[in-house]
């Protein structure tokens, strides 16, 4: 299957500083990529959609101040929390949609998802 | 929010066919259902998904009922490599592509 490369795999940072986690796709192009967060023992939380050269779209009660989202290439979306505090402490997750070219056909579509970044806020 | 039902833990013995149910009694007829499994502390991984046809793959079969509003996911011989939590998502194939995760099923497979 596709591979999505999400790095860092972990960080640990001080309250009020930013983090910014990337995510690409090696292989393939992805026009739309996803960001979750998931809290221990939890499913996984849609935090916004990313799709490229456009703005994201966040979902209720996230905070796009919080969490800028910039997805500027076909295999690059990053995801910045900015002024990080303990709260926000989670294991953040990214995928991109790999859309099958060139015939479009969506029925084929599939979700593939980053090995994960566990940010830890001090 | 999720369109699906799963039971919250199952067992299975190692060597089993291990048997996951999903109800999405909601599924409108351009939702297809994906089936995805994340082991502990790692991003999930793709199954296999399906309209209305039972689906098989070398990971997995899919079985949907014929109103379409259950299936089924069959890990044929269960490995302890196969304990994860296992979700079920109803997806459309135009419109918002969301992908909403509900609160699966954990597996654990027994020696």
């Known amino acids: 299957g596709a591979v999505v490369s999400q790095h860092p795999s972990w960080v640990i940072c001080k309250s009020g500083t930013s983090v910014k986690i990337e995510c690409r796709s090696l292989?393939?192009?992805?026009?739309?990529m996803f960001w979750y967060r998931q809290f221990p023992k939890q499913s996984l939380m849609l935090m916004a959609t990313?799709?490229?050269?456009?703005?994201?779209?966040?979902e209720q009660g996230v905070e796009k101040d919080k969490f800028l989202i910039n997805h500027a290439s076909l295999t690059l979306s990053t995801l910045t929390v900015t002024s990080a505090h303990p709260e926000d402490s989670s294991f953040y997750i990214c995928?991109?949609?790999?859309?099958?070219?060139?015939?479009?056909?969506?029925?084929?579509?599939?979700?593939?998802f980053g090995s994960g970044t566990q940010l830890s806020v001090l | 929010d999720a369109k699906t039902t799963q039971p919250p833990s199952m067992d299975c013995a190692e060597g089993r066919a291990a048997n996951l149910p999903c109800n999405h009694s909601?599924?409108?007829?351009?939702?297809?259902v994906y089936w995805y499994r994340q082991i502990h502390s790692q991003g999930p991984q793709y199954i296999i998904h399906?309209?209305?046809n039972n689906e098989t793959n070398e990971m997995a079969s899919l079985i949907i009922t014929e109103d379409r509003k259950s299936s089924t996911l069959i890990l044929p011989h269960a490995t302890l490599r196969d304990t994860a939590v296992y979700y079920c998502?109803?997806?459309?194939?135009?419109?918002?592509?969301?992908?909403?995760f509900g609160t699966g099923t954990r597996l654990k497979v027994l020696a």
């Open positions: 990313s799709n490229e050269g456009s703005k994201a779209t966040y």
């Open positions: 292989d393939f192009q992805a026009t739309t």
């Open positions: 998502i109803v997806r459309a194939l135009s419109g918002t592509y969301k992908y909403i």
């Open positions: 995928s991109a949609r790999d859309f099958p070219r060139p015939s479009g056909d969506a029925t084929n579509e599939k979700l593939f």
């Open positions: 399906g309209l209305k």
């Open positions: 909601t599924i409108s007829g351009n939702e297809y």
